[in-house]
T-cell receptor, first 112, second 114 residues
């Protein structure tokens, strides 16, 4: 059974650019949640997708957007990058929206 | 507003002894609690969870205790092993009103010395 995978592993962007991060959920999981983890902090919830629909959103501005595809993989898009967007972005998948979330290895984004 | 707090940034324990990691929460609507372990350059790994209808859950060397009146949970690791050295996060969710959103604490760095 394949776990949650994320790509790319690392990414360097400049302020004002746009970025797309990708996540493949664990087999059989229909829910994907995205988190941002700043250095020295716990992960912060960005949003969750359940069966291709946004199921909930944290305190992040609209320039953070997402998609979930029919195979339940997902994308996180961030527009107009700011220096404070530098963080580890984690994707987690679960059997359903209320089930235990299993995390991928993350994408380290650096904004210069 | 930090709804989940891990007040100890770090903990150092001798191999074979008990490790106790603590977590406090303020939101009384939280009804499901989890512990994750994180190694550098990896995502968090699920360890153990507990529902608010229970006060204890065990899985091998790991036991989680929940004290709802004190809004406090703890993770006990017995016996501690050097491979347990990692960052431990507690997380909470309010499944009935907040879908699957997890609220995390800041983490506690556990170091187990041989």
């Amino acid at each position: 059974e394949t776990g949650v995978t994320q790509s790319p592993t690392h990414l360097i962007k400049t302020r004002g650019q746009q970025v797309t991060l990708r996540c493949s959920s664990q087999s059989g999981h229909n829910t994907v949640s995205w988190y941002q983890q700043a250095l020295g902090q716990g992960p912060q919830f960005i949003f969750q997708y359940y069966r291709e629909e946004e199921n909930g959103r944290g305190n992040f501005p609209p320039r953070f957007s997402g998609l979930q595809f029919p195979n339940y993989s997902s994308e996180l898009n961030v527009n107009a990058l700011e220096l404070d967007d530098s963080a580890l972005y984690l994707c987690a998948s679960s059997l359903g929206w209320a089930d235990t979330q299993y995390f991928g290895p993350g994408t380290r984004l650096t904004v210069l | 507003d930090q709804q989940v707090k891990q007040n100890s940034p770090s903990l150092s324990v001798q191999e074979g002894r008990i490790s106790i990691l603590n977590c406090d929460y303020t939101n009384s609507m939280f009804d499901y609690f989890l512990w994750y372990k994180k190694y550098p350059a990896e995502g968090p790994t699920f360890l153990i969870s507990i529902s608010s209808i229970k006060d204890k859950n065990e899985d091998g060397r790991f036991t989680v205790f929940l004290n709802k009146s004190a809004k406090h949970l703890s993770l006990h690791i017995v016996p501690s092993q050097p491979g347990d050295s990692a960052v431990y996060f507690c997380a909470a969710s309010d499944v009935t009103t907040s879908y699957g959103k997890l609220t995390f604490g800041q983490g506690t760095i556990l170091t187990v010395h041989p």
